[in-house]
């Protein structure tokens, strides 16, 4: 290309506006980096205007407009070729994000995919991770893959926050957070101290004035158990959920109606009232299944939301499904040990259990919107 930074003298017959032109076009191109295709286009582009009013000024002298025409077709050219391949480019990295997108979600299908068929009689279900391991994450986060929940060995030595703090930083849980249900309360901690004056149970999942999949995980840490009983049982409600699908569809469908249940906060600590209306489960495009299914004092059931008899037949199903070996686990936490849980995927509940009057059963728990993963 010539050296097109400096304007050549005024031909005659040339208005003044075309230096001026030639100035700004100059001093634009000098603004340009060039550091990639699209700027190199750009550049290209402001060449070819630059030649073209060049040209112009050169009426009188026909070999040379010549040659300025020569190098606008150059420029053009470039500017053709730079466009096309930031086109190309571009093209290529929707491509891959659609890609990535895809191999995301069916990753996503393949760990609820476990989930759906995971056998909770199988030991390995209860198998503890001890959080010193170096690939600790990797397990935790294989086991709730394939299980819902996890079982992490903490140890005693520091306090039960800083314990849960932890273990959220090794499951890039970030900071837990305080459900609406504590806002009816004095405790607004996000570390509450579940103990023997807490609510009275059955099976559910927690943040119960939450929209559905809000509070993804639930982590519990045993301070101290009881003499006895004092299991927190999980179920896993989306497979019971996807064998009813199978062989009663009006049934299942029910528990889908975003309005089949309604949770009614009725605290013992207080918090009477305030409610939460939507669906039982929800079954994503991608086919993964999340749940707020319940089933205790807390619950209203809305039989008109299907043909008659479809949510009665719902749960009965669920009611018996709860019941089998390999639908539920009762995980007795002993004291060090945490339990980890996709609180939008499993409902949990807590065993009947006797209790030391001098040592009562204390667990700490703290939710979380993130689900477990490796950061
Ligand atoms: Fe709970």
Redesign the pocket.
Known sequence: MTDLHSPPPLAEGVTSSQPQAQQILAELMDTLDRSDALREAQYAALETALSLIRAAGHTDRPAEAVDLLRNALGSARATVSATGYVLTTAADVIRADRSALRKERLGERVREMKQLHADYSDPDASRRVDVRDPDATAQLVGQIEQYGFAIAQCGENETPENTLKHLAGLCGLGAPVTPETAHLTSDVSPYKHVSAYTDI?GW?V?GLLETLGTIRT?ALYCVRAARSGGATAVFNAPAAFMEMRAVDRPAADALLSPTVLTRRAKLVTGGYGQSKTGPAFVLSKDGTVSTRYSDNHTCRWDYSVAESGAVERALAFMRSAALERRLHLAVRLAPGESLLLRNDRLA?DRTRYEDDPDAPRLLV?ALYRDVPHEC
């Open positions: 149970e559910h927690d639930t949990h728990r």
